[in-house]
Structures are given as C-alpha cells and as structure tokens.
C-alpha cells in the first residue's frame, strides 16, 4: 500500500456557490493552494477542510462526490461551530493575541468549547482516511489542538503543522486562559514550522515555560519524543505573476491606468480589512507628506484597495469607518480641480487588474503592525519586470527579514513611513534598478514551490533523526545475544552508571547508597578475572569510596574529575579550575530561594542543582528558566551545563564520562564492551564507544545507545543473566 499525504486546513481551496439549487465548484486563487496543487492533486493524497458554506445534511453526501473528484475531503460546520470556533475562538482569541493587539480579544469560555470541539471533528474525519506511515501536514491557527488529536489516535503517523501568521512572545501568549493546552496540542507535531526565525524563538519560549519540555537548540524533547521548529518563509508561485505582464488583459488594464493617471507617480496599497495591517497609520503618512510637501500635490496619486473582511464584527465596522473619514477628509482638504490625492476602493479586483496595478505603480506602500509574512509585498516584486519600483515595507512584516532591499519603515513612526515616500519618490532609476533586482531574485528563488519542498524535506529528516534515536528495547532475545558474546569473550570491561541505573531514586541523595543485593552483583561480576567492572558517576569521589572502595572495582567520580584503578590512589584531572563556582553558585542561589525543595551540591569542580524533591512541574519549569539565563555564561567560561535526571551539572568542559571511559580504555583492545546509564551525562560514554560495543540506556528509548532497559531493576536482573553466563 502507498502512503499518502493529508493536507489539513480550515478551509478548502475552492470555491462552492449554490445556484439553482446546483453546487458549483471553483478551484481558489489563493497561493497556499497554488503551492500545495503540487501534493494533493497526485495519486491517493488528499486535503481535508470546511467547504466554506453550510450545506444542509441531505445533501452533504452530493457534495461530498462532487469534492472526492478534486481530492477533496470535506468537513462539514454548522452555523453555530462556525461563529463560535472560527469567528470566536480563532478570530476573537487567537488572532488579536498572536498579533499584538490584546485589547481586541475576547477570552469566552464557549469560543473555547467550540474550539475544542471542531479539532475533535476534523480529527475523525482526518482518522477515518489515515492509514499506518502516512503523513499529515496541518496548517494554521484555527487548528492548534489537531495534531496531539491526531497523535493519540495515532502514535506513529507522521505530523507536520505549519503556522501562517506570527507568533507572539511568552509575554502576550500567556494571557491567553487556555495556553497550556494549545502549547500541548501542537507538541503533537514532529515539525513545527513558523514564516521567522522571531517566531521560532517565541514558540520555543513559551514551550519552555509553560511544560516540562526539555528545549534545546530548536529541538524539542517531550514525552520521549523529539519535535523539531524550524522558519520556512513562505513564497508564492513568482513566476504566475511575472508571466501575467504580459497578459493581453493586464496590458489594456494598464493602458487605462497610465492615461488616468498622467503623470502622477502611483503609490500602491493593498490589504484586507484588518487592524493588524497598519491603514490608519499609512493614511496618516500620507496626509502629513502632502501637508508638510505641498510641492507633491498633484504629483502623486495614492491607489489604495481594501479588501472587505469580517464587516459584520464591530472592531472591523469602526476601523472601516476611519478609513472611509480619513480619506474624505484628506480628499476634501487637498484635491483640486483635476487631482484626486486618495484612489479608495473598498473591494476585491481579479488578479488581471491587481497584477497591472503592480506593474505601473511606482511605489508599493506595505506597513503592517504584525503580519506572519505579508505576500503583496512579494507579489509587487514579482511583477516589476522592468527592474524599477521602489518596495517600502513594515519592519514587522515575516518578508522584511529577506526583502531586506526595501526601504523597510516602523509603521507606527508616522514620519519614518513619510520620509520612506520622499526617498521611493526621488529614488534614482539605477538606484531602484539595484535593489528590485536583488529582490526579484530572492522571490523568484525562494518561491512557494521551493516551501513547500523544503517542509516536505525536513519532515523526512525528522522522522529518519526520531527512528535513528528510538533505541530498541533489550528483549529477552538481545539479552541472550549479549550473554552470548560476554561468554565468548576473555577481557571485558563493563561501564556501569550509579543513580537510576543500578539504584531508583531518591528524594534524598544520600539515602540512596547501595543496598545488599547491588553488592552481591557488583562482587559476582568483580570476581570473574576476565571482568574489569568500572562505576562511572557523578558523584563525588568521597562517596564513591565510602560505598565502593573496598571492593574490587575501578572507579569514576564526578563524571570524570577523578578516578581511580583498584588498590590505587584517587587521581584528578590536570589542569582543571573551580573559580568559574562563585558566580554560577550566586544565580543558582536566588532560583533556589525561589524553588522549595531544591538544593545545590557542590563537588571539586562542578555544581549541581538538585530538583528531585520540589513539586511535579515546578522543577521541570525553574530548570528551563535556568538553562535560559545561564546559557550565555557558561558558554563564555568554557563550562558544559547538563541537564541530567531532576538534576543540572555545571562543569569543565574537558570533564565528560565518554573522554573518561576512553582513558581508561587506553592502550587496551578488550573483546566485549558494555555501558549502561541513565542520564544525559551518560549518552557521551555511547556516542565515544564504537558502533559494536554494547550501549544501553535505562528509562527512555531516546537515545544514541543501541538498547534500552526500562529501569534499574531490569538492569539488575540483567546483570545477574549476564554474570551467570
């Protein structure tokens, strides 16, 4: 059976009308549908979405037919799911909050409901087409909670979620109520992606704050699993736009406008509806340039086009209101008898007529407050054939970080946006030449094909980094092929960890000492000549003598800081400092003032900080918090942080339990080597021993050992199998 791929978004891309009683469908414009023509429309693979009206319940299996032709799986919505999931939660929660704009959200508790509700819909109707390897790619913001749905109906699909609008920072996320459960819905996702790298960032901090998921990088390690957030600016299909110049109606569309205009320079606006998109604010730009540059008027003409969106919701009514008075007002103050300073038109235009406005303005004017990307912009550039034409774009727009030839403006600095106009007006031809043709490269490049490729892409190498990590579990049929080559073998050495791979754990540190039956194995392992048994901890090495040195093993404390051979002196490191303590020690301080049952342990050249004792999330939450303020620090002193189990280590560098155990490997060339740990600490002794040797994780099978054990009392009951073979 071939695995497909399921497209997933809240909307489908077509268009249905009903008339006559008939449904007629129309495939839609839009670049997203463009760009994923590309997946969906081959062999088995499908999108799954709302047909965007509501189609009565008889009648739903008629549409339905009419959809699969096009690889189209619908989902229906009833009235009150659409005005309570779509409208509500995800236009009157999630939309203001991701982008910055609080004072519009509503938090009700029914838009929640909904919310939850329509997830759980689209996930059946998902599950009912999901097979065993298939892959699931979400997009966007109206479905946050699907792909943990997805995940727990089924664990081993592989998931992708995308995101088309920003993402704010833990500051404005957390006011949302529901938070925590939106944060764990997209962690059912193996890749997270978002259009900048300020959104990954975002994501990644609110991820740490407000979960026990472990962060590093940009990999997340929750539940045993690894989920990867990656920027993947998007494109769109540049050369549809570039080939439309030429298109016989784009070619009279632009005749028209360039004997309406005469010579007046066109400056281009084009948004929809939205108070995240900064039309106030332009206006205004505007009015000051022709107040305070009375030489422009009539050289200019300001084409602006506002696409109508959501007029029934008062936020939108009022703003739509604003802009109808501003530019009455600006066009009452300023025209004249042949000039009109502001073009308005409150409407949508077929692309012919937008592509021939792009190819004749002369200036694009595109300042959003916040926007994930913002595609006029790369649509502008896209048409300028000749190379001409000035881009002057809103830092906070996802396509200034690589559009970064715009004139790029902050578009609540009124007088910024302004002198941008005077610059784009007197920009010298050579000028505007220089900088529209480094960005038509970049749209050309990086177009919405290449995205989408490079989702696809790095969700495969995802999921192979995931596989590669899954360690198998150590079965009875692996531990026999072990006994059997440690029968075999006449010198082995066997690395053993101490805390939650010979002992479980204890609250309190010092309660954990080895107990009679850990010292019967130790000794029956010890007494085999062919054996050298080495216990390689993070101890300190005082205790590791006090429990341990009177028997006959070789000992590593402190993760490599001292060791010592049976009947040796203990031995440190050359050349290691602790003066890096102090400071460290200062930060650590104040987090456990803050973290009842935490402590810090101090051993000759590292620190601890202990969290096995504080409350269930609590510590998982500090430890993030210090791996965030630390970071920088540690990475100056030449230290190494480890986050280990309901522990961090800060230590030297040049200390590591992998150089440790192959120090004590040298100059040797055993037949059997076997490591066994727990800890994050312990996966440097499996990356440093070769692919052959035998490694074995305990409690997770993530992991770069070849094995896993689930606790310390399989390892013990291993460790009997093996000393008996």
Same mark, same amino acid.
């Given at each position: 059976?071939?695995?497909?791929?399921?497209?997933?978004?809240?909307?489908?891309?077509?268009?249905?009308?009903?008339?006559?009683?008939?449904?007629?469908?129309?495939?839609?414009?839009?670049?997203?549908?463009?760009?994923?023509?590309? *997946?969906?429309?081959?062999?088995?693979?499908?999108?799954?979405?709302?047909?965007?009206?509501?189609?009565?319940?008889?009648?739903?299996?008629?549409?339905?037919?009419?959809?699969?032709?096009?690889?189209?799986?619908?989902?229906?919505?009833?009235?009150?799911?659409?005005?309570?999931?779509?409208?509500?939660?995800?236009?009157?929660?999630?939309?203001? *909050?991701?982008?910055?704009?609080? #004072?519009?959200?509503?938090?009700?508790?029914? $838009?929640?409901?909904?919310?939850?509700?329509?997830?759980?819909?689209?996930? &059946? *109707?998902?599950?009912?087409?999901?097979?065993?390897?298939?892959?699931?790619?979400?997009?966007?913001?109206?479905?946050?909670?699907?792909?943990?749905?997805?995940?727990?109906?089924?664990?081993?699909?592989?998931?992708?979620?995308?995101?088309?609008?920003?993402?704010?920072?833990? @500051?404005?996320?957390?006011?949302?109520?529901? /938070? @925590?459960?939106?944060?764990?819905?997209?962690?059912?996702?193996?890749?997270?992606?978002?259009?900048?790298?300020?959104?990954?960032?975002?994501?990644?901090?609110?991820?740490?704050?407000?979960?026990?998921?472990? *962060?590093?990088?940009?990999?997340?390690?929750?539940?045993?699993?690894?989920?990867?957030?990656?920027?993947?600016?998007?494109?769109?299909?540049?050369?549809?736009?570039?080939?439309?110049?030429?298109?016989?109606?784009? &070619?009279?569309?632009?005749?028209?406008?360039?004997?309406?205009?005469?010579?007046?320079?066109?400056?281009?606006?084009?948004?929809?509806?939205?108070?995240?998109?900064?039309?106030?604010? /332009?206006?205004?730009?505007?009015?000051?340039?022709?107040?305070?540059?009375?030489?422009?008027?009539?050289?200019?003409?300001?084409?602006?086009?506002?696409?109508?969106?959501?007029? #029934?919701?008062?936020?939108?009514?009022?703003?739509?209101?604003?802009?109808?008075?501003?530019?009455?007002?600006?066009?009452?103050?300023?025209?004249?008898?042949?000039?009109?300073?502001?073009?308005?038109?409150?409407?949508?235009?077929?692309?012919?007529?937008?592509?021939?406005?792009?190819?004749?303005?002369?200036?694009?004017?595109?300042?959003?407050?916040?926007?994930?990307?913002?595609?006029?912009?790369?649509?502008?550039?896209?048409?300028?054939?000749?190379? #001409?034409?000035?881009?002057?774009?809103?830092?906070?727009?996802?396509?200034?970080?690589?559009?970064?030839?715009?004139?790029?403006?902050?578009?609540?600095?009124?007088?910024?946006?302004?002198?941008?106009?005077?610059?784009?007006?007197?920009?010298?031809?050579?000028?505007?030449?220089?900088?529209?043709?480094?960005?038509?490269?970049?749209?050309?490049?990086?177009?919405?094909?290449?995205?989408?490729?490079?989702?696809?892409?790095?969700?495969?190498?995802?999921?192979?980094?995931?596989?590669?990590?899954?360690?198998?579990?150590?079965?009875?049929?692996?531990?026999?092929?072990?006994?059997?080559?440690?029968?075999?073998?006449?010198?082995?050495?066997?690395?053993?960890?101490?805390?939650?791979?010979?002992?479980?754990?204890?609250?309190?540190?010092?309660?954990?000492?080895?107990?009679?039956?850990?010292?019967?194995?130790?000794?029956?392992?010890?007494?085999?000549?062919?054996?050298?048994?080495?216990?390689?901890?993070?101890?300190?090495?005082?205790?590791?003598?006090?429990?341990?040195?009177?028997?006959?093993?070789?000992?590593?404390?402190?993760?490599?800081?001292?060791?010592?051979?049976?009947?040796?002196?203990?031995?440190?490191?050359?050349?290691?400092?602790?003066?890096?303590?102090?400071?460290?020690?200062?930060?650590?301080? #104040? $987090?456990?003032?803050?973290?009842?049952?935490?402590?810090?342990?101090?051993?000759? $050249?590292?620190?601890?900080?202990?969290?096995?004792?504080? @409350?269930?999330?609590?510590?998982?939450?500090? +430890?993030?918090?210090?791996?965030?303020?630390?970071?920088?620090?540690?990475?100056?002193?030449?230290?190494?942080?480890?986050?280990?189990?309901?522990?961090?280590?800060?230590?030297?560098?040049?200390?590591?339990?992998?150089?440790? +155990?192959?120090?004590?490997?040298?100059?040797?060339?055993?037949?059997?080597?076997?490591?066994?740990?727990?800890?994050?600490?312990?996966?440097?002794?499996?990356?440093?021993?070769?692919?052959?040797?035998?490694?074995?994780?305990?409690?997770?099978?993530?992991?770069?050992?070849?094995?896993?054990?689930?606790?310390?009392?399989?390892?013990?009951?291993?460790?009997?199998?093996?000393?008996?073979?």
């Amino acid at each position: 059976m071939v695995n497909k791929t399921i497209i997933v978004s809240n909307r489908l891309p077509v268009k249905i009308v009903e008339e006559n009683g008939e449904y007629l469908l129309s495939p839609s414009e839009g670049g997203l549908a463009t760009g994923l023509g590309s *997946v969906y429309k081959k062999g088995d693979n499908i999108w799954v979405g709302w047909p965007g009206i509501e189609v009565p319940e008889d009648r739903q299996q008629e549409v339905t037919e009419k959809l699969a032709e096009l690889n189209l799986i619908p989902v229906f919505l009833t009235p009150d799911e659409i005005n309570l999931y779509y409208e509500g939660f995800s236009n009157e929660v999630l939309w203001p *909050v991701f982008h910055y704009m609080v #004072t519009y959200a509503h938090f009700e508790q029914t $838009y929640w409901d909904f919310y939850q509700s329509v997830n759980d819909k689209f996930k &059946a *109707v998902v599950t009912a087409h999901l097979n065993e390897g298939d892959t699931v790619w979400i997009h966007d913001y109206q479905l946050l909670l699907l792909p943990q749905l997805i995940r727990d109906a089924q664990p081993h699909v592989i998931i992708g979620f995308f995101q088309h609008i920003p993402f704010p920072s833990y @500051e404005m996320f957390r006011l949302i109520p529901w /938070r @925590e459960e939106l944060i764990g819905g997209m962690f059912g996702a193996d890749l997270l992606g978002f259009h900048t790298f300020d959104d990954v960032r975002h994501f990644l901090s609110a991820a740490s704050r407000l979960s026990t998921a472990k *962060v590093s990088n940009n990999v997340i390690t929750y539940k045993d699993r690894q989920i990867v957030v990656e920027a993947f600016p998007m494109g769109i299909d540049a050369n549809k736009f570039e080939n439309l110049t030429h298109d016989p109606v784009v &070619a009279e569309h632009v005749v028209s406008l360039k004997e309406t205009m005469q010579d007046c320079k066109i400056i281009l606006t084009i948004d929809r509806l939205d108070y995240s998109k900064g039309i106030l604010q /332009r206006l205004q730009a505007y009015e000051l340039l022709l107040e305070t540059h009375p030489e422009y008027i009539e050289q200019l003409s300001l084409y602006m086009i506002v696409v109508p969106s959501r007029d #029934t919701v008062a936020q939108y009514r009022e703003l739509k209101d604003q802009i109808d008075q501003l530019v009455g007002n600006i066009n009452a103050h300023f025209r004249t008898l042949n000039w009109v300073p502001v073009h308005y038109f409150y409407r949508s235009f077929p692309v012919e007529f937008l592509s021939a406005l792009y190819y004749t303005a002369d200036i694009c004017l595109v300042t959003p407050m916040r926007d994930g990307m913002n595609l006029v912009s790369k649509e502008y550039v896209a048409s300028r054939a000749g190379n #001409t034409g000035v881009l002057i774009l809103s830092e906070m727009a996802g396509a200034s970080k690589e559009l970064n030839d715009a004139l790029i403006v902050n578009p609540n600095n009124i007088g910024d946006v302004m002198r941008a106009i005077v610059e784009a007006i007197n920009m010298p031809v050579i000028e505007q030449t220089r900088r529209m043709s480094v960005m038509r490269g970049i749209v050309k490049k990086f177009d919405i094909h290449l995205w989408v490729k490079n989702f696809m892409d790095k969700l495969d190498e995802v999921k192979q980094m995931q596989e590669s990590l899954l360690t198998k579990h150590a079965v009875k049929a692996i531990r026999e092929q072990i006994g059997v080559a440690y029968a075999k073998a006449a010198d082995r050495y066997i690395f053993l960890d101490y805390d939650g791979t010979l002992v479980g754990f204890n609250g309190d540190i010092d309660k954990a000492s080895p107990d009679k039956e850990l010292y019967d194995i130790l000794e029956q392992l010890a007494a085999d000549p062919a054996n050298q048994v080495v216990i390689v901890s993070g101890r300190r090495h005082e205790t590791l003598e006090t429990w341990f040195g009177h028997l006959k093993l070789g000992l590593i404390a402190e993760h490599g800081a001292w060791q010592k051979h049976y009947q040796q002196e203990w031995k440190s490191l050359p050349l290691l400092t602790d003066r890096w303590k102090q400071e460290i020690s200062t930060v650590l301080d #104040t $987090y456990t003032d803050r973290t009842p049952g935490s402590f810090i342990e101090e051993k000759s $050249y590292s620190l601890v900080w202990h969290y096995r004792k504080v @409350e269930e999330g609590l510590g998982e939450l500090r +430890a993030n918090e210090i791996i965030n303020h630390l970071g920088a620090t540690v990475a100056d002193k030449g230290l190494q942080m480890m986050p280990g189990n309901k522990v961090i280590e800060f230590k030297n560098i040049e200390v590591n339990k992998g150089k440790a +155990a192959l120090a004590w490997l040298y100059g040797s060339h055993p037949d059997f080597i076997i490591a066994l740990g727990d800890d994050h600490t312990d996966e440097d002794i499996f990356k440093a021993l070769k692919p052959e040797d035998y490694t074995i994780k305990v409690g997770s099978n993530i992991s770069a050992a070849r094995y896993y054990l689930r606790d310390f009392v399989e390892v013990r009951e291993f460790l009997k199998t093996l000393s008996k073979s």
